[in-house]
């Protein structure tokens, strides 16, 4: 576990002090996003379309859209999967605002071998032992990530403000449309639904499959969060979040409390230029059971910390590093969402319930070879710490690695190919691994 911690920190500090004199390759890509936008001028004659200059040659009107635009990509929780700004964006007359309807329109495919994985995420814990002879090889499609949204940005007395909202077509059998995200900004203010602020998704790596790192923090739900800046280098950020927990009541004896007390989360985080940071985050959640015969409820307290990283040490490269551990806290990672892990039996206390530890890492990189063309690499693990012995079959530890490429075939159609690698370890040492190459085009409008 030293190991990890010394690449976490060997990896942050290359990235905070290196200093480059020119754009990197992806901030290139991001200013082509922006440049292929198509602002329409709501004038009193008329609308008119509005389409920026090349740099460093705009005027301060078109600048200050400009920015607006850009702030779409710099956002602190957006993650390598979510939609472009839309290609047409709506200007009120006074252009202090914008208005438009966006989405992309995403299908992958994907082959397993030597052993299938039930669904179409590539996620360790789901990898089955013993392996099932009638699914050793299984070829799938999906249209899952498919999305629409509408977005509102400007900039009021009160400070700039958005509203977004995103549902996406991955709900039953990745075909129903769902509610993604919905909340609305105004200053360091947001209120609704949204990325956790407990979660990094900017420190994740690229990948093809919608599944991602091991120890990914992924979680959406209502909350209210306070994020000021506290100067152009430091961030820091609070907020209360509705609560969700999974419990394991196969012991018997217990049974699930309703939540009364939302989750607190927070961070800190330095940054600088293009979105580059280093951010310590933590997470306090309020778990609860009932021992029926004893008819008592409990009340415990489950928690985390993350320590994560976005930076990019030269043009062509960007790393990307998560840490996180914690205590009941486990239906919040991903590789062990599939399970009930914030509560688990305690076998020696009949009717008791304990919070168990965790820990997850995981640590990527990109290479640029072009603006259009990138290939990335990431390494995840999770590791699943019970304080008492549990059955042989019960899930230990997994990991996943993958190598991805991605061709931006021009600034709103990309494609790319990824090949996947995972393994799950069970408490009794058996376990199996797993393998897929998949295929991703997706086109953003």
């Given at each position: 576990m030293k190991s990890i911690f010394v690449a976490l920190a060997v990896c942050m500090a290359i990235g905070a002090y290196a200093q480059t004199t020119q754009k990197c390759l992806t901030e290139q890509h991001i200013d082509s996003l922006v440049n292929s936008t198509r602002i329409v001028n709501l004038e009193n004659d008329g609308p008119r379309m509005v389409r920026f200059s090349p740099e460093p040659e705009l005027p301060p009107y078109q600048d200050s859209i400009?920015?607006?635009v850009l702030a779409f990509y710099y956002d602190q929780f957006r993650h390598s999967q979510d939609p472009e700004a839309p290609t047409f964006l709506f200007m009120s007359k006074n252009a202090n605002m914008l208005m438009g309807i966006g989405g992309v329109v995403r299908m992958r495919g994907w082959y397993d071998w030597g052993g299938a994985m039930p669904g179409s995420a590539f996620m360790p814990y789901m990898i089955p032992i013993p392996e099932n002879p009638a699914s050793t090889r299984r070829l799938g499609t999906t249209p899952a990530g498919t999305a629409l949204f509408f977005q509102m940005i400007g900039r009021s007395k009160l400070g700039t403000y958005r509203l977004y909202i995103e549902a996406n077509f991955n709900g039953y059998n990745t075909r129903d449309f769902h509610l993604k995200k919905a909340y609305a900004t105004l200053g360091p203010w947001t209120v609704g639904y949204a990325n956790s602020t407990f979660s990094d998704p900017t420190a994740m790596a690229p990948t093809v499959d919608a599944q991602g790192a091991t120890n990914k923090l992924s979680r959406t739900g209502v909350l209210v969060r306070y994020m000021p800046e506290i100067t152009k280098n430091w961030?820091?950020?609070?907020?209360?979040e509705n609560p969700s927990k999974q419990i394991d009541l196969s012991g018997g004896g217990v049974e699930a409390t309703s939540v009364w007390l939302p989750d607190a989360a927070a961070f800190v985080q330095y940054q600088w230029g293009g979105g580059q940071h280093v951010r310590l985050a933590?997470?306090?959640?309020?778990?609860g059971y009932r021992d029926i015969a004893a008819g008592k409820n409990h009340d415990m307290a489950g928690w985390g910390v993350q320590l994560s990283s976005?930076?990019?040490p030269t043009r062509n490269i960007t790393t990307y590093v998560t840490a996180n551990y914690g205590k009941g806290y486990g239906g919040l990672l991903n590789d062990l969402l599939a399970g009930n892990y914030d509560l688990v039996p305690d076998p020696g206390e009949p009717g008791s319930l304990y919070a168990?530890?965790?820990?997850?890492?995981s640590i990527g990189v990109q290479y640029n070879f072009s603006e259009k063309l990138f290939t990335s690499a990431n390494f995840s693990q999770t590791r699943y710490l019970p304080k008492h012995a549990v059955?042989?079959?019960?899930?230990?530890?997994?990991?996943?690695a993958d190598i991805n490429l991605f061709w931006n075939v021009w600034s709103r159609l990309q494609v790319g190919a990824e090949v996947d690698l995972g393994m799950r370890m069970n408490m009794d040492g058996s376990h199996r691994y797993a393998r897929r190459a998949g295929l991703m085009c997706q086109f953003s409008f």
């Open positions: 400009r920015n607006l961030t820091l950020a609070v907020s209360l933590g997470i306090v959640r309020q778990l976005m930076a990019r168990p530890h965790a820990f997850g890492y059955d042989g079959s019960e899930y230990r530890y997994g990991w996943c």
